[in-house]
C-alpha cells in the first residue's frame, strides 16, 4: 500500500508516517519504481503498535526502545508511566481548581484575575509569615474567592497563619462565606482529625451563616475530642440544645470546662434546656468512679445556671461524703444566698 492509502486506513497522517520513517520507528518495506513509500502488511501492523504505545503515553524514543529490543521488558515503564501520569493528574487537579477559584471570584477585568493569581501564589509560599500577610493586608474592597481562603485553612498548620486565615474568612461577607462553608463542611468529614478540627474552629467563627451551624452538628459525634469539643462550644452560644451532652462532658474532662460551663448557663436560660443541662450535670456528679476534682467542676457549673435552678443540688452537695466537695458547694451556698 502506498503512504495515502495507509494514512486513510490507519488514521495516522501521512506527515507523521513520514516522521515515523525518518525516526526509524516504521519504515516502510519498499519503493516503488517512482521512489514512492511503499508498506506491507507487517508495517502496517507495526503503525498500530506504535499507536497503541503513544496512547499509553510513551514518547516516540520509548516506543523506539520498546520495539527493537526483544528482550525489553514493561513492567518498569509501566510503573513510569503510571507515577508520571499521576503527577500530571494532580498538576491538572491544581490548575482546574485555580481556574474555579477564579471563575468564583466574577472578576471583571484582568486586573481581578492577577489579585487572585496573587493572592493563591501568596497562599502557597513555604513562608508563614508571607501567608499571614497575604490575609492581612487585603483591601476590603478587594473581592476574595472564599472556598480558596477555606481550602487554606484545612491545610494550613501553623496556628498563627490558620487564625489569620478565619479571620479572612469571616470578612468575606454572607455570599462569601456561604461557599467557603461548603469546602469547610467538605473538612468535616476529612480522614484527619487535624483536618477536621481545623475545619471546626473556622466554621465557629462563621455564626452568620445557618450552613455553619448544620456542618458543626454534624462534628458533634466526632470521635476525637479536639473536634466535637469546639463544635459544641460553638453551638452552645448560639443556643442549640443538642450540645448539651458534649459541653457537660468538657466540664467533666477539665477541657474549656469554664467555656462549657458558661455555654450551659447560657442554653439554660430556656426551661426546657435547663432541665436537660441540670439532670445531664447531676448524672455526671453521682456517676460511679467520677474523683473529687472532677465533681468540683460540675459543681462549679451548676453555679453558672440561671435563677434557683441548681440551687437545691448545690445544698445536697454541701453535705457530701467528699469533704472537698462539701467544702466548695456550701461556699457556693453562701455566696448565691448572700447575692439574693
Known amino acids: ?92 487537579r491544581e490548575l482546574l481548581e485555580r481556574l474555579r477559584a477564579i471563575d468564583a471570584s466574577a472578576p471583571t477585568d484582568w486586573q481581578d484575575v492577577l489579585r487572585v493569581v496573587a493572592l493563591m501564589q501568596g497562599l502557597d509560599s513555604p513562608s508563614a509569615a508571607r501567608r499571614q500577610q497575604t490575609v492581612l493586608t487585603r483591601r476590603d474592597d478587594e473581592p476574595v474567592p472564599a472556598d480558596l481562603l477555606a481550602k487554606a485553612v484545612l491545610t494550613e498548620s501553623d496556628p498563627v497563619v490558620s487564625g489569620a486565615l478565619r479571620w479572612g474568612l469571616a470578612r468575606a461577607g454572607d455570599q462569601g462565606s456561604t461557599a ?98 441540670l439532670t445531664a450535670l447531676t448524672g455526671e456528679l453521682d456517676a460511679p468512679g467520677a474523683d473529687s476534682a472532677t465533681r468540683i467542676r460540675l459543681t462549679q457549673a451548676l453555679v453558672e445556671l440561671p435563677g434557683t435552678i441548681g440551687r437545691e443540688v448545690l445544698r445536697r452537695l454541701a453535705h457530701d461524703d467528699d469533704h472537698a466537695v462539701a467544702r466548695v458547694a456550701a461556699a457556693f451556698v453562701n455566696l448565691l444566698d448572700e447575692r439574693q
Open 1 to 92: 500500500m502506498l503512504i495515502g492509502e495507509v494514512a486513510r486506513r490507519s488514521g495516522v497522517s501521512a506527515r507523521m508516517l513520514r516522521h515515523y520513517d525518518a525516526l526509524g520507528l516504521v519504515r516502510p518495506t519498499g519503493r516503488t519504481v517512482g521512489g514512492y513509500r511503499e508498506y506491507s502488511a507487517e508495517d502496517v501492523r507495526r503503525i498500530f503498535h506504535v499507536e497503541s504505545l503513544r496512547s499509553l503515553g510513551l514518547s516516540l524514543h520509548q516506543i523506539g526502545q520498546a520495539l527493537r529490543d526483544p528482550d525489553f521488558t514493561p513492567a518498569a515503564l509501566v510503573g513510569d508511566l503510571i507515577r508520571w501520569t499521576q503527577e500530571r493528574l494532580e498538576r491538572e
Open 180 to 277: 467557603g462553608v461548603t469546602a469547610l463542611a467538605a473538612g468535616i468529614r476529612d480522614e484527619d482529625a487535624a483536618v477536621r478540627r481545623r475545619a471546626t474552629l473556622a466554621l465557629a467563627e462563621l455564626a452568620e451563616v445557618p450552613a455553619a451551624t448544620a456542618a458543626l452538628q454534624d462534628a458533634l459525634t466526632d470521635p476525637d475530642p479536639t473536634v466535637r469539643g469546639p463544635a459544641a462550644l460553638a453551638l452552645g452560644r448560639r443556643g442549640v440544645t443538642e450540645a448539651v451532652p458534649v459541653l457537660v462532658a468538657l466540664v467533666a474532662e477539665g477541657v474549656n470546662d469554664v467555656d462549657a460551663a458558661e455555654a450551659l448557663g447560657a442554653l439554660s436560660e430556656e426551661p426546657e434546656t435547663a432541665d436537660r443541662v
